[in-house]
């Protein structure tokens, strides 16, 4: 079973960057796509990107493109998330599990991402 740890979130100012990390246990975490979320408080969580099992291809959402960057590392079972020029928008507890249709059954505790104007 697959336990996810997400780390690196904090309070910054608009125009700011911030990178995630997701930790993950087991060892399926190298053949699963992986993806990021958000959610805000009374809304449903939201796909930010993915990465395929290998790295090689990624997807945004429009929200994020150009200013996040999807990555990961399978030697050390961890995915990334670089976050440039951070917007109040971007605000949100920031989960990853494996990409949509193939989620780990649990998720971990988030990180919470609080962008100031």
């Known amino acids: 079973q697959v336990q996810l740890v997400e780390s690196g979130g904090g309070l910054v100012q608009a125009g700011d960057s911030l990178r995630l990390s997701c930790a993950a246990s087991g060892s399926t975490f190298s053949r699963n796509e992986m993806g990021w979320y958000r959610q805000t408080p009374g809304k449903q969580r939201e796909l930010v990107a993915t990465?395929?099992?290998?790295?090689?291809?990624?997807n945004y959402a429009n929200s994020v493109k150009g200013r996040f960057t999807i990555s990961r590392d399978n030697a050390k079972k961890t995915m990334y998330l670089q976050m440039d020029s951070l917007k109040p928008e971007d605000t949100a507890v920031y989960y990853c599990?494996?990409?949509?249709?193939?989620?780990?059954?649990?998720w971990g505790q988030g990180t919470q991402v609080t962008v100031s104007s």
């Open positions: 599990n494996a990409a949509p249709g193939s989620y780990f059954g649990s």
């Open positions: 990465i395929t099992s290998g790295g090689d291809s990624t």
